[in-house]
């Protein structure tokens, strides 16, 4: 059997934030990295069996240098002890959004003294985890992505797609070329092979998209038909900060998972486990058991939750009264300036109304309180709309159906349709129950899977 550990989205901190203001890191628990990162690192080399860790990019914070400074002897200290690293890096990871820039000054990056890394800078940067011992690599575009050979019968693609470093990541049609060719040669040779690559590939949310494009993976709905009808069966990704495993089925009949974990520098504070045995492959989650930190006497998921709600909350208030706050703060949850700037109007109505409303008033106000279950007419929306936005990013859309909540939420949604439909004339539009009920239920438990490779 083999047994492999995956963090996603560290985002190693390691500087002073300005007097009297947070470091910029929207829901991730910044200065709390390092002693996160450092108490998971623990747990993996305590573990006795498992001799590879996989980190899906997102190292550091914002590429700068004393972050890269500060990570490479954590990860040493990994080989050190006799296990493996095995890594992607991804656009947190260099200062530039464009990765052809190149730094002419001709200072060594580590012999900087402020500043962030350039992405060409990367694969010499981090040679030791993965890309030094490499059975094939990507040379095109800074030669990013590789195969490595975990152990034997066992290899991972990994993927980097920076794309152009901000409007489009994902692969180009070379890098595309390269890893379909990978995946027959794994095929052939009689190796079972996974991937792993940043951006997600496949909606850990149905409103990810809609909100951020770009943090998906470029093309993600061609591209993972491709992979999955070549014969790839398993993507791990990162990016969202979503804890979340979705499937497709391709029209000719191929299966294909994402695997999408939640950022270990913030809540819920999980990473990913992964046995295979033959072409068997089983994931779960654990939970990062403690870190060195005052958390006020807090337990860990307590204090990553108490952080997360409070921007949330802030988010929410902002929404009602200060435009400008919320378009500041809203790239924490993968919602772009621009979005906030052009809804602007509907956003402030909303957020006032959901700021005072309970789900009793929202049924009242679309002529539909009738169909909200006595039960849960007085629960504030506020309180609602900050539970759900927490549940996604844990992977725990637990309110189905037969629930009074989602009998509430998708009577509302059902009501709003047919009020738009009737404004509308009819225009075709999806259906808002279905994109309701897939914000607020998953059938697909987001902590654990089994699938063959």
Not at 73 to 81: C, G, I, N, S
């Amino acid at each position: 059997m083999h047994k492999f550990w995956l963090f996603a989205d560290p985002h190693l901190y390691v500087r002073e934030p300005m007097p009297g203001a947070p470091p910029p890191g929207g829901q991730k628990t910044l200065l709390e990295s390092g002693p996160i990162l450092d108490a998971a690192l623990e747990e993996f080399l305590a573990e006795p069996d498992c001799g590879v860790l996989l980190l899906a990019g997102d190292l550091t914070c914002d590429g700068h240098v004393a972050e890269h400074r500060a990570l490479l002897p954590k990860l040493r200290r990994v080989q050190a002890m006799g296990k493996r690293v095995v890594l992607i890096t991804a656009t947190h990871d260099y200062g530039s959004h464009h990765p052809g820039d190149k730094n002419e000054s001709g200072v060594p990056l580590l012999e900087r003294q402020e500043g962030a890394a350039f992405r060409h800078e990367l694969r010499e940067l981090y040679d030791e985890f993965g890309f030094r011992d490499a059975i094939a690599r990507y040379e095109a575009d800074g030669g990013m992505s590789y195969v490595a050979q975990l152990t034997p019968g066992c290899r991972l693609l990994c993927l980097n797609d920076d794309g152009d470093g901000r409007a489009f990541c994902g692969y180009s049609e070379g890098q595309m070329a390269w890893i379909l060719e990978q995946i027959a040669r794994a095929k052939a040779e009689g190796d079972v092979l996974f991937a792993m690559t940043h951006h997600p590939s496949l909606p850990p949310s149905p409103v990810y998209p809609m909100i951020s494009s770009r943090d998906m993976l470029g093309g993600w709905e061609s591209c993972t038909r491709r992979l999955a009808d070549a014969g790839l069966r398993c993507m791990f990704s990162g990016h969202s900060h979503m804890h979340n495993i979705a499937k497709i089925t391709t029209p000719q009949g191929n299966p294909y998972w994402d695997i999408n974990t939640a950022s270990l520098a913030g809540y819920p504070g999980v990473f990913r486990t992964i046995e295979v045995e033959g072409r068997r492959m089983r994931v779960a989650t654990r939970q990062v058991r403690d870190f060195a930190w005052d958390r006020g006497g807090l337990g860990v998921q307590e204090y990553l939750a108490d952080y997360f709600d409070s921007l949330l909350r802030t988010l929410i208030e902002s929404a009602a009264n200060d435009i400008g706050r919320l378009a500041d703060n809203a790239g924490g949850f993968s919602v772009e300036k621009e979005t906030i700037y052009k809804l602007r109007l509907p956003i402030t109505l909303a957020g006032k109304f959901v700021n005072r409303a309970t789900l009793g008033d929202l049924g009242s106000l679309l002529l539909c309180r009738h169909k909200i279950p006595k039960c849960v007419r007085k629960t504030p929306l506020k309180a609602l709309f900050l539970e759900l936005v927490r549940n996604i990013y844990a992977g725990e859309e637990r309110y189905g159906p037969g629930t009074p909540t989602g009998q509430a939420l998708l009577a509302i949604a059902g009501r709003a349709e047919f009020l738009l439909k009737k404004k509308r004339a009819g225009g075709p539009m999806g259906s808002l129950q279905a994109f309701v009920l897939g914000l607020i239920y998953d059938d697909t438990p987001d902590d654990e899977v089994e699938l063959e490779l």
